[in-house]
């Protein structure tokens, strides 16, 4: 199924502030890294791994502290996009995803920055 060039953004206003982004396919994350300026830095897990299972987690703390505070928060009259926008992966039922970052093996951190990538 074809992915609409607006799903993504819509999905995107719908998360929570403190998930990382769950991405599915190669698409979803072609449409992400050219959607946005800021790098990318996605977590390639297996969700039998322990580890995997604890990046998660730092994954989730990581965006919290990402995140720009609540519309109530006077802090900040603007909000700023965050400094580097957080994805998580399910390499096991992502294959095309795993093989594009060239994971060997769980879990694998991937900075893309305009699409290239380094572990």
Do not use: H, M, N, Q
């Given at each position: 199924m074809p992915s609409?060039?607006?799903?993504?953004?819509?999905?995107?206003?719908?998360?929570p502030p403190s998930s990382p982004l769950e991405l599915d396919s190669l698409a979803q994350l072609q449409q992400l890294s050219e959607s946005h300026t800021q790098p990318l830095l996605v977590a390639v897990l297996a969700p039998w791994c322990a580890h995997s299972r604890a990046l998660s987690q730092e994954f989730s703390s990581l965006e919290r502290s990402l995140s720009p505070p609540s519309p109530s928060s006077p802090s900040r009259a603007?909000?700023?996009?965050?400094?580097?926008?957080?994805?998580?992966?399910?390499?096991?039922?992502?294959?095309?995803?795993?093989?594009?970052?060239?994971?060997?093996?769980?879990?694998?951190?991937?900075?893309?920055?305009?699409?290239?990538?380094?572990?």
């Open positions: 609409s060039p607006f799903l993504l953004p819509l999905v995107l206003l719908l998360l603007t909000t700023a996009p965050p400094p580097l926008i957080l994805a998580t992966v399910d390499g096991t039922k992502a294959e095309d995803v795993a093989d594009a970052l060239d994971v060997k093996g769980y879990p694998t951190i991937v900075f893309l920055r305009d699409g290239a990538g380094d572990e």
